[in-house]
């Protein structure tokens, strides 16, 4: 089962990815030891392929949840198929259930 730390948590590199649009801030971070887990809803939300890279190189929790929810869980929701196929080439699961017991591909049709 993917962890669950509940709320999400606002980071300076969360603000770089979200906020900034800010790459060589964001390589300066995750240089720095910055852990890239909570940015991947932030670069799934921008839709933004090199984002993502930058953070998925970084070896994030990709199954870890925020409100119940995987940064897969968000990528499937809005449709961002480009960072959907980014985040299960890089080992996301998709077979993992949401609170209400869906998994991707079911959210993803909604």
């Known amino acids: 089962m993917a962890e669950d730390e509940g709320e999400f948590r606002a980071t300076p590199r969360w603000y770089a990815v979200s906020r900034g649009e800010n790459l060589p801030l964001v390589r300066f971070l995750l240089g720095r030891g910055a852990d890239?887990?909570?940015s991947l809803w932030a670069a799934v939300w921008r839709d933004d392929p090199v984002l993502c890279?930058?953070?998925?190189?970084a070896?994030?929790?990709l199954n870890l949840r925020a409100h119940g929810e995987t940064p897969i869980f968000y990528a499937a929701r809005l449709k961002r198929l480009k960072t959907l196929d980014l985040l299960i080439a890089a080992g996301a699961d998709?077979?993992?259930?949401?609170p209400q017991g869906r998994d991707a591909e079911a959210i993803a049709r909604v």
């Open 53 to 57: 890279r930058e953070l998925l190189n």
């Open 59 to 61: 070896n994030p929790r």
């Open 94 to 98: 998709p077979t993992v259930p949401d």
């Open 36 to 38: 890239s887990s909570y």
